[in-house]
């Protein structure tokens, strides 16, 4: 069982930065791959951004966020972060943090689900 809780969402204007935080528990962080994925009103969920685990940190994203947003890991202290620059209104959604033991997993179907944190963008 993997826990997952994430942090650091809120309202931010159009062209602004977030940081989005997500704290593992519960298995060898370091080995399992993590992802966001996020949620806007009316939308399904759609994948974000993933990086791999067993110490290769390959990053993943979809093509609405490449070159907006950075993935990254600290081992050390179990947690995944999302860098959020130049925020569109369009990044409006849920952001979810997700985990799974495989990298192909975690960017479709992972195991493992935080609770989501809002984000918010105004024009």
């Known amino acids: 069982q993997v826990q997952l809780v994430e942090s650091g969402g809120g309202l931010v204007q159009a062209g602004g930065s977030l940081r989005l935080s997500c704290a593992a528990s519960g298995r060898t962080f370091s080995s399992i791959a993590m992802g966001w994925f996020r949620q806007a009103p009316g939308k399904e969920r759609e994948f974000v951004a993933a990086?791999?685990?067993?110490?290769?940190?390959?990053?993943y994203y979809a093509d609405s966020v490449k070159g907006r947003f950075t993935i990254s890991r600290d081992n050390a202290k179990n947690t995944v972060f999302l860098q959020m620059n130049s925020l569109k209104p369009e990044d409006t959604a849920i952001y979810y943090c997700a985990a799974d033991g495989n990298t192909v997993k975690v960017r479709t179907e992972p195991s493992y689900w935080g609770q989501g944190t809002q984000v918010t963008v105004s024009s």
């Open positions: 990086i791999s685990g067993g110490g290769l940190n390959i990053a």
